[in-house]
Each structure stands twice: as structure tokens, then as C-alpha cells.
């Protein structure tokens, strides 16, 4: 059941992140799913080394889940305008 309510809170996640970072990004509900998982991870990975979060707790919250995909997609940008240029 923790599976389902990741995989639903990372395609929320995603959606927002997208929808805030607006632009040409890989397309379809599992990417979108994924980058919101992975931002989750990162904003929870960020957190522990900046002291917000302690290992154990539950995690990042919505909000910080959305800044971590936010930073995840401007980082793909980047990483993919500088192959295409």
C-alpha cells in the first residue's frame, strides 16, 4: 500500500512541478510520476545534509517534494540544452 501512495503522491509532485517549470520535458504520466518521486528523494536528501530533516523522519512534505522535481527539471534543462546546442 506505501507503493500506491508513492507512486500517487509522485505523479501530484510531478504535476506541479511541471506546471510551475513550464517548457519542453519529457512527456507521459510515469515520467512525470518518476520526477516526482526523485525530487521527493532529492528534497529528502537535500534536507539531511542542510539539517532540516534527521534520518528516520518521514520525509520531505509536499512542498519540499515540488522544489526538489522543480530543481530535477532545471537540471535536466540544463544538462539537455547543452547536448542539443
Not at 519529457?26 to 539531511?48: E, K, Y
Amino acid at each position: 500500500m506505501h507503493l500506491l501512495w508513492s507512486l500517487i503522491i509522485g505523479l501530484v509532485v510531478g504535476v506541479f512541478a511541471k506546471a510551475i517549470h513550464p517548457g519542453k520535458d519529457p512527456g507521459g504520466i510515469v515520467v512525470t510520476m518518476l520526477i516526482g518521486i526523485v525530487g521527493s528523494l532529492l528534497a529528502g536528501f537535500l534536507g539531511r545534509m542542510l539539517g532540516i530533516y534527521r534520518a528516520g523522519d518521514a520525509g520531505p512534505g509536499i512542498i519540499a517534494s515540488v522544489i526538489g522535481a522543480v530543481i530535477l527539471l532545471t537540471l535536466y534543462r540544463a544538462v539537455t540544452h547543452r547536448r542539443l546546442a
